[in-house]
């Protein structure tokens, strides 16, 4: 037994020390032992002891996993797994799939723990497996949490070297968020512009987007006459594959409310050499360079993920968009099957 727990005074740490080399002497005779860790015990009497961290899977890679913790992990056998990256809702999901969740809310007279503070602790977790590619193995507890938060007591960490690769996070089933793709801008108005990549939770503010465009701006863009988007066009647009696919909202705050001043996305084309885009910018922001902003962080995007070409489809009568991909250095050729519509395509 390598761990002493409860030692009261310095009698008592003095007499486990003793016990300690002992059991090394008798037991690993061979063992060169440098030393032995004291710390604070950690008195949190309403507390709960649950386990959290990480695996790689040789097909999935990553994998997160939760649930009760203690000395007696593996009698209970609790706990839940899924692919990160997390947000809120996916922690929270994890959690509720594992039998301790009913101890963590009111039990036995002890108050319900801190669920922001086991989330975070969950949400941190996952930002080190989606940023350090190294990471092979992670394991902490026991994790305690009670009403004052989460503290942790013991972790084990096992790291492989890897090969630097193009794609960041290449070691991933599912790619993260790309926060690293969000940019700040300034329009000539003064406005404060942030370009980011889009998000599910965007659907709203996308659909508000899409409803106050003109006609002729709906149709320009979707080449149909629209109102609004359905519910599954809505999903389609804004819960993408940020490996297949790419879609930079400009926003700004006007009136203490944000406010979309255009989209740009593209999509990767079966050769996973080029790929197909589509802009649109709304009626009332128009003539102050956003199309032209957006376009610029966009294929700069598309060639960090190492493509080649971009292409589109462009009707003849949306001028204002033909002049901006010439001014881009889109070449501009007739459609073959359709004399409405124009063909662009530029060199990335």
Same mark, same amino acid.
């Given at each position: *037994? ?19 080399? @002992?059991?090394? !002497? ?15 015990? @950690?008195?949190?009497? +309403? ?19 939760? =649930?009760?913790? =203690? ?15 997390? *947000? +809120? ?19 036995? *007279? ?8 086991? #989330? ?6 996952? $930002? ?36 630097? =690769?193009?794609?960041?996070?290449? +070691?991933?089933?599912? +790619? ?10 300034? /329009?000539?108005?003064?406005? &404060? ?30 080449? &149909? ?22 879609? /930079?909202?400009?926003?700004? #705050? ?5 406010? #979309? ?9 079966? &050769?996973? $050499?080029?790929? $197909? ?35 589109? $489809? ?8 033909? !002049? /901006?991909?010439?001014? /881009? ?20």
């Amino acid at each position: *037994n390598g761990v002493r727990l409860g030692l009261s005074s310095g009698q008592a740490v003095r007499a486990a020390f003793g016990e300690m080399l @002992a059991d090394v !002497k008798r037991l690993r005779p061979d063992a060169t032992l440098e030393g032995i860790v004291v710390e604070p015990m @950690a008195a949190r009497p +309403h507390a709960r002891e649950v386990l959290l961290g990480m695996t790689s899977d040789p097909v999935l890679g990553p994998v997160i996993v939760f =649930g009760a913790g =203690g000395v007696d992990v593996e009698a209970f056998r609790d706990r839940a797994v899924t692919l990160p990256p997390l *947000n +809120h809702l996916l922690a929270r999901d994890l959690i509720q799939r594992t039998r301790v969740a009913t101890l963590l809310g009111p039990f036995r *007279n002890r108050p319900p723990v801190d669920m922001d503070a086991l #989330e975070n602790v969950l949400l941190r977790l996952s $930002e080190m497996v989606c940023e350090l590619p190294w990471l092979e193995e992670l394991d902490i507890n026991p994790l305690l949490v009670d009403e004052h938060g989460a503290l942790a007591l013991d972790a084990r960490i096992v790291i492989a070297p890897r090969v630097p =690769g193009a794609d960041r996070y290449g +070691h991933m089933a599912i +790619h993260p968020y790309p926060a690293h793709l969000v940019t700040h801008w300034q /329009l000539p108005s003064g406005h &404060d512009v942030v370009i980011r990549p889009i998000r599910p939770e965007d659907a709203e503010l996308t659909q508000g987007f899409v409803r106050s465009l003109s006609a002729e701006s709906k149709y320009f863009r979707f080449m &149909d006459a629209v109102s609004e988007l359905s519910p599954v066009a809505l999903a389609r647009l804004t819960q993408i594959d940020y490996t297949r696919e790419m879609a /930079l909202l400009a926003l700004t #705050e006007v009136d203490g409310r944000e406010v #979309e001043l255009g989209v740009a996305r593209y999509a990767i084309n079966p &050769d996973g $050499e080029s790929c $197909e885009f589509a802009l649109v910018v709304n009626d009332q922001w128009q003539k102050q360079g956003i199309g032209h902003k957006l376009m610029d962080v966009l294929m700069d995007v598309a060639r960090g993920r190492g493509l080649k070409v971009m292409e589109g $489809e462009v009707l003849k009568t949306n001028r204002p968009m033909l !002049k /901006l991909v010439e001014a /881009l250095g889109f070449r501009i050729e007739p459609h073959p099957e359709d004399d409405t519509v124009r063909r662009i395509s530029r060199a990335l």
